[in-house]
């Protein structure tokens, strides 16, 4: 038997080890990002553009097949955070991205 206290779950009626749901309540908070295949993104991740996209403010275009590194999740399940060369601040749908 361990010594973790438990907790009563008002959402499931049930007793549960306090460590279990606090990792419940922190996976209610979290965003699943997907790309455009339905891999899960994750921070950090590299990713391919599967289609040319135009850059608003920027005057350029991506190309298909454009590796983008270190991305970083918004909390928007339909959002990235990236950087390349020449564009500040750009942000991509997660619909025109691939995990590599």
């Not at 060369?85 to 995990?99: C, Q, S, W």
Request: proline share 1%.
């Amino acid at each position: 038997m361990s010594d973790e206290d438990y907790v009563y779950d008002e959402d499931s009626g049930e007793w549960l080890p306090a460590s279990e749901l606090a990792a419940k309540r922190a996976a209610e908070g979290t965003v699943e990002v997907r790309d455009a295949v339905g891999n899960l993104l994750a921070d950090g991740d590299q990713v391919t553009l599967i289609k040319d996209l135009e850059v608003k403010g920027a005057g350029q275009t991506l190309k298909r097949g454009t590796l983008i590194k270190s991305i970083r999740l918004t909390g928007d399940a339909q959002e990235i955070d990236c950087r390349f060369d020449g564009i500040k601040g750009l942000v991509l749908r997660a619909e025109f991205v691939r995990k590599r």
